[in-house]
């Protein structure tokens, strides 16, 4: 008897991946769905190999056992999300346990019916592939209408192509390294007092004695990451994207492309500088194609997206401790990375987003991990004070070696910029608008800047990121950038290109 092609397997496999990447396309590369998409294929091929041979060589049989196992693989998450609190009387049965023995049983049944099944299982195999195709066209055919879409508004834009400027410009071997680190979400010292009952000195004290000018005053021109850095790394303000992307859109594409290909690293790839990039574990800043090299020290590819997926499958009771060990061997070798790039020969300009002391909370005050009974990769946690300022604590002791092993090991004297893309959110209250405290919370942020010969006349306090580069340029290359005003500007996720002047809310008086 001629058997069916059978495909359904593979096709349902790939599914939850494309399906997830089609709900969050605005926010995520295409290329992060190609190393799930990979083990996904390999691990198919091999539990359908293994069932086939025990099954004598039923490859329908085996097919359908497989296509089984990845529905409730990649079911599980949803079901467990969907019953989470449910309760019969005082018992709660919205449990893994409940859910894992449930989903057993449904599968020993399937497994049994199948095996046992002495008819053409022809049709159904036919009905899987036809239901899988269908399944799988539907978020690839979104995709697909979403990069036709915006590939017109990339090319109607001008900061598309805005890294591809030429520079020509002469490269003095002694030009300093620069080191720009960007510590996510850490607030000013301002707020750390008003706010956390927290006297931050200690670090502003040492910066300043290893001689940081150390912007007291200092704001984030946005209030989320993909903003800010699209801003501070183009030397500009960005406010123009509502107009070419419309104030409803939730596309992050362009700002994502404008971190990767800025005008910062090509003005500096110009004068001969090598790009070095750390992988950050978050979207637009895990890897830079147009870096000379991007450093990727023990898990930092694994990406976001790969952990939406992992909350999922049946892996979800165990990514706790999974995603806070990977989390936390991302920060403490990216710190350990920075302090060994010096000894790098050349010029170069180092780029490093650590996602800390922004949530999840992995370091208590002494870097010992977070107990499991508090860490939770799902809640991050913005109502949980005491545990981004032990964050925080910790943060600030590796700064200080960094800082350290940096100005000791360079061979001349370099720029280092510490920033903040924004400040924390800890206050904030789900549904609520913000009242203005919370404002001046989300954007005053910590803001330190060393460079070589103590050269500080042109800086100020209330520096804000955009103008950094321009700053530096202008004291450090001889240039003339014209500084812009320093501007606060408030959007919520749900419309990120929809900005609301907060200045005179957030700025110091």
């Not at 147009?290 to 165990?318: C, V």
Request: charged share 20%.
């Amino acid at each position: 008897m001629k058997k069916s092609i059978t495909i359904h397997p593979f096709l349902l496999g790939l599914f939850p991946v494309f399906f997830l990447y089609s709900h969050n396309i605005g926010q995520l590369k295409f290329s992060e769905t190609f190393l799930p998409s990979a083990i996904i294929l390999i691990s198919t091929s091999l539990i359908m190999l293994i069932l086939w041979l025990i099954l004598k060589r039923d490859i329908e049989k085996a097919a359908i056992i497989t296509s089984t196992i990845l529905i409730l693989f990649f079911s599980y998450g949803h079901i467990y999300r969907l019953i989470q609190g449910w309760k019969i009387g005082n018992i709660l049965i919205g449990r893994h346990r409940y859910l894992m023995i449930v989903l057993l049983i449904l599968f020993a049944l399937i497994v049994y019916f199948t095996v046992k099944a002495h008819k053409d299982l022809r049709n159904l195999t036919n009905f899987l592939n036809i239901t899988a195709i269908v399944l799988l066209l539907i978020p690839i055919i979104n995709i697909g209408i979403f990069k036709i879409e915006t590939m017109n508004v990339e090319k109607d834009s001008h900061i598309a192509t805005a890294g591809e400027e030429v520079y020509k410009l002469e490269s003095p071997d002694d030009y300093p390294d620069i080191y720009y680190i960007i510590l996510d979400g850490y607030a000013s010292s301002n707020t750390l007092k008003e706010i956390y009952n927290y006297d931050n000195s200690e670090l502003d004290n040492y910066l300043q004695e290893k001689g940081f000018f150390v912007a007291s005053k200092s704001t984030s021109n946005y209030p989320n990451s993909f903003l800010s850095m699209a801003s501070s790394l183009n030397m500009e303000y960005i406010n123009y994207l509502s107009d070419k992307l419309g104030e409803e859109s939730n596309d992050r594409t362009i700002p994502y492309n404008m971190i990767e290909n800025n005008r910062v690293m090509n003005y500096l790839k110009a004068r001969g500088y090598k790009i070095i990039h750390f992988s950050s574990g978050w979207g637009p800043t895990n890897y830079n194609q147009y870096a000379d090299l991007n450093i990727e020290i023990s898990y930092t590819r694994w990406s976001e997206f790969n952990t939406l997926l992992i909350q999922t499958t049946m892996l979800e009771p165990f990514e706790n401790k999974f995603f806070q060990d990977v989390g936390r061997r991302r920060v403490i070798n990216t710190f350990n990375g920075l302090a060994e790039v010096s000894k790098m020969e050349g010029k170069k300009f180092i780029f490093s987003h650590i996602v800390c002391p922004h949530p999840p909370y992995l370091f208590d005050r002494e870097g010992n991990a977070v107990p499991d009974k508090d860490f939770d990769m799902n809640n991050w946690g913005f109502e949980q004070k005491e545990y981004y300022l032990d964050q925080l604590i910790y943060i600030n002791k590796e700064i200080k070696k960094l800082i350290d092993n940096i100005l000791i090991e360079s061979e001349n004297p370099p720029i280092i910029i510490l920033q903040a893309d924004h400040g924390p959110r800890n206050t904030f209250i789900d549904g609520q608008y913000p009242t203005d405290d919370m404002f001046r919370e989300g954007f005053r942020i910590l803001n330190a800047i060393y460079i070589p010969g103590d050269n500080y006349e042109l800086f100020y306090d209330s520096i804000t990121p955009v103008n950094t580069f321009r700053l530096i340029f202008n004291t450090c290359f001889g240039e003339n950038f014209q500084l812009l005003a320093d501007k606060n500007y408030n959007s919520f996720e749900f419309a990120p290109y929809q900005f609301t002047d907060v200045t005179e809310i957030v700025s110091y008086r």
